[in-house]
């Protein structure tokens, strides 16, 4: 109860509801429109953009919120794909807007006192005896400073009330849901079949033409195939990079030190707001206004780049960004320079004239969100200029387009013999036993190997032993990779070749397996299933949760699908934009 009325104090220093509305008030633009309700820039900002990174740093408090939708960067893909956008902080804003709408609607809001509790069992907030620990609470919340606390705070019960909503959601929408043991036996067996096949691998190296095509030839590719030949998108900005005057080096990989913290909250509260309020503009006399302001806790620097691609990009532009700290859209400084948009266009031989000249006649100052790399350093990047992609000419894209037409010639004649091969093989009277003579006859490579199980069954075995350190791991793949039915060292794409055995019988052809420097064509030979008294546990005990999950999550994302056409879900062209 200690520990309850602790919390509650801090807690209560936000007041207002968190089941709806937005975090800020009143602001300017709409990024995100649920039900008619709008959400502006400061709630992507905290909801979007900080929720989500907060989100990651609990994952195991916050891990309904995350599964499924951002857990991965295929989640995010699909995500982003439902909700219409290339931003995953505006989805996830969007996402968070849709369980508040729909919590309301069923009464399944949280209340305040539910979420004190909830915030109170938060595993980083306990003390060695699973007791709430204030301090490590008071830590957490004075990350950003005094003056930010009741943001944070305001952040965190968001996330609290959010994902205890999504979870009572989902006892309404899918908690019943499981699938018959029947269907889990059979999944079982299809997986955990032990598979024998012959093999014939056609070399891609031997369908290249022996001679060189013309030059009529070439240029008629081109000519068709022009679209494909553009130069590299280049970009010219400004890096200004603000080292922490203290220790910047973290406690821990993932941390922030103190030092990097008070740069932070410099860069962002006294040099990014007031320039993302004006545009941009001034930049270099709002940031040395600032730094007379508050001396000695930073030092900066800047360096202006001219005409960047992603592949001529030099060492320090491909840093890593701190992931716990940053908006979490780019893993480099260079993902987060080409994150950026709307500058003018400039020739990718524009010397400092001409670059300014496109500056003074342009609206606005493309800034980047704050960014802070692994080693400490505070980031903010301004585009200046990007060079606009353009097609070719055929003198400049000769080479690339002689080599593309070689490739196309070489994979054609490779897929025609293939699929010659494989006809011949589906209709030879003793397919098996004839496998071998008809393969070499057309010039492909021979083997036999199995039986073997599903790649998949041995890594899932690997990764439930929870290794302890990368050697560990690596011993226990070893292992489990040299046991009995795991496939052969020698056998290329073993994953591929399971997949596609899975769907012939015994004695034909899988579809051909392109392995990049070639084509595989297997043939199933024989087909084992285990039939044991411990594979009759793992099917009822393993397989049957898995598949049931599996099914809660599809309802689950009819659910969101419906929601995202009956309340109108929107998220504005500027929410877009990479911010």
Not at 340 to 368: C, F, H, M, V, Y
Not at 370 to 378: A, H, I, P, S
Request: charged share 25%; glycine share 6%.
């Amino acid at each position: 109860m200690a520990a309850m009325a602790l919390v509650f104090v801090g807690l209560m220093f936000i007041g207002g509801d968190v089941s709806g509305g937005s975090l800020s008030g009143m602001f300017k633009q709409t990024f995100v429109t649920v039900d008619g309700k709008s959400y502006g820039e400061k709630d992507y900002v905290n909801m979007g953009q900080t929720g989500r990174n907060l989100a990651y740093s609990f994952s195991s408090s916050f891990a309904p919120l995350l599964q499924n939708h951002f857990a991965t960067e295929q989640d995010l893909r699909n995500i982003c794909y439902l909700m219409k956008t290339n931003n995953p902080n505006a989805a996830f804003l969007a996402y968070c807007g849709i369980i508040r709408r729909e919590a309301e609607r069923l009464g399944l809001t949280p209340s305040n006192a539910e979420i004190d509790e909830a915030i109170c069992n938060i595993p980083e907030f306990l003390d060695d005896k699973g007791v709430f620990d204030p301090k490590k609470y008071d830590d957490f919340i004075s990350m950003r400073g005094n003056q930010g606390k009741k943001l944070q705070e305001e952040i965190l019960r968001g996330l609290m009330g959010d994902t205890m909503s999504l979870v009572r959601i989902e006892d309404v929408i899918a908690g019943g849901a499981a699938v018959e043991p029947n269907f889990a036996q059979a999944v079982a067996e299809s997986e955990n079949q032990q598979i024998t096949v012959n093999t014939a691998f056609l070399e891609k190296s031997a369908f290249r033409p022996k001679t060189d095509p013309g030059e009529e030839e070439i240029k008629t590719f081109w000519d068709k195939h022009k679209e494909n030949y553009r130069n590299e998108e280049a970009r010219f900005f400004t890096v200004y990079t603000f080292t922490p005057e203290g220790d910047a080096k973290a406690p821990k990989p993932g941390d922030i030190s103190n030092a990097t913290m008070e740069t932070m909250n410099l860069v962002e509260n006294d040099i990014w707001e007031p320039l993302n309020a004006t545009n941009g503009r001034n930049m270099d006399q709002t940031i040395g206004e600032a730094l007379a302001k508050t001396p000695n806790v930073c030092k900066m620097e800047k360096k202006t780049y001219a005409a960047v691609t992603r592949k001529n990009a030099p060492e320090e532009i491909n840093q890593p960004i701190n992931q716990s700290a940053s908006d979490g859209r780019s893993a480099t400084l260079l993902d987060v320079v080409f994150s950026l948009t709307g500058a003018p266009a400039l020739n990718a031989d524009a010397d400092a004239k001409a670059i300014e000249e496109a500056r003074a006649k342009s609206g606005a100052e493309q800034i980047s969100t704050m960014q802070v790399l692994e080693d400490g350093q505070v980031v903010l990047v301004k585009l200046e200029g990007i060079t606009p992609v353009k097609a070719l000419p055929y003198d400049m894209a000769r080479n690339s387009a002689r080599a593309d037409l070689l490739e196309t010639m070489t994979e054609e004649s490779l897929n025609k013999a293939a699929s010659e091969l494989r006809t011949e093989l589906d209709k030879a009277p003793d397919a098996i036993e004839q496998f071998n003579a008809i393969a070499s006859k057309a010039g492909a490579k021979t083997a036999a190997y199995g039986p073997f199980i599903n790649p998949n069954i041995l890594l899932n075995s690997i990764y439930s032993q929870n290794a302890k350190s990368p050697e560990e791991f690596q011993a226990i793949m070893d292992q489990a990779m040299s046991s009995r039915l795991a496939p052969p060292k020698e056998l290329p794409v073993p994953l591929e070749v399971f997949g596609a055995c899975a769907l012939v019988n015994p004695g034909k052809m899988a579809q051909p397996i392109d392995t990049g420097d070639g084509i595989l064509l297997v043939q199933l030979v024989k087909r084992e299933l285990e039939d044991t008294p411990e594979f009759q546990i793992k099917a009822t005990q393993q397989y049957a949760p898995v598949l049931s999950a599996q099914t809660r999550a599809m309802l689950m994302m009819d659910w969101l699908k419906a929601c995202i056409a009956k309340y109108k879900v929107e998220i504005a062209p500027i929410a877009n934009q990479q911010r």
